[in-house]
């Protein structure tokens, strides 16, 4: 499989303000990246579909200006939750698809990041 | 879009005793995936199915890809204190394919 790191594993920050939060594919080299939402007691929502070299693709309900992704290498993607507000808050995991043909069949996460807007 | 229903949503067991858990959708799935999550941490990939039909062991994890293609189920034998944890199904459905995710079976061992 793939080994995923996020940074930070934790942000505090106030309302109005962006976070910027990293997801890194440590021993894969990922075209494609995917990032998900986990509100407390619930279950993960995919967000968006972060592309190298091309725009990213996002989920309906999603806003794109509000949730800006860059992935910047084959083994780099961010997130940055603009002009965050507390609604914002919750649990931001990235993942590292690995498949062939096309499919990727299997999914690798990275450990999360606790977002809290105060 | 696709939905997967997920059950039991909890489970209150004995440390020793065997756990099952299922998954259905209202859509056929090429690929049915099992994930376990501990509390604040991202989801394990625990069992990966890619034929209807295919019954899969990972140490005292079972889990079947059914038949029909819209469902499966999950099996724990003999229950240990570190199986405590939620456990989804998931499987392609999201968009570019991303993962679509049952709500979860959080299962609790009682000593």
């Known amino acids: 499989g793939a080994v995923v790191s996020q940074h930070p594993s934790r942000v505090i920050c106030k309302s109005g303000t962006s976070v910027k939060i990293e997801c890194r594919s440590l021993?894969?080299?990922?075209?494609?990246m995917f990032w998900y939402r986990q509100f407390p007691k619930q279950s993960l929502m995919l967000m968006a579909t972060?592309?190298?070299?091309?725009?990213?693709?996002?989920e309906q309900g999603v806003e794109k200006d509000k949730f800006l992704i860059n992935h910047a290498s084959l083994t780099l993607s961010t997130l940055t939750v603009t002009s965050a507000h507390p609604e914002d808050s919750s649990f931001y995991i990235c993942?590292?698809?690995?498949?062939?043909?096309?499919?990727?069949?299997?999914?690798?996460f990275g450990p999360g990041t606790r977002l809290t807007v105060l | 879009g696709q939905q997967l229903n997920q059950s039991p949503q909890s489970m209150f067991i004995q440390e020793g005793e065997d756990v099952s858990m299922n998954c259905t959708s209202s859509s056929i799935f090429n690929t049915w995936l099992w994930y376990k999550q501990d509390p604040g941490e991202g989801p394990v990939l625990l069992i990966a199915l890619y034929k209807a039909g295919e019954l899969t062991s990972n140490g005292r994890l079972t889990a079947q890809f059914g038949i029909t293609r819209k469902d499966s189920f999950l099996n724990i034998s003999a229950s240990i204190p570190s199986d405590v944890g939620i456990y989804f199904c998931?499987?392609?459905?999201?968009?570019?394919?991303?993962?679509?995710f049952g709500k979860g079976t959080h299962l609790i061992i009682q000593p």
């Open positions: 998931a499987g392609p459905g999201g968009g570019a394919d991303g993962l679509t």
């Open positions: 021993d894969f080299q990922a075209t494609t």
């Open positions: 972060s592309n190298e070299g091309s725009k990213a693709t996002y």
């Open positions: 993942s590292v698809p690995i498949g062939s043909g096309g499919s990727y069949n299997e999914q690798f």
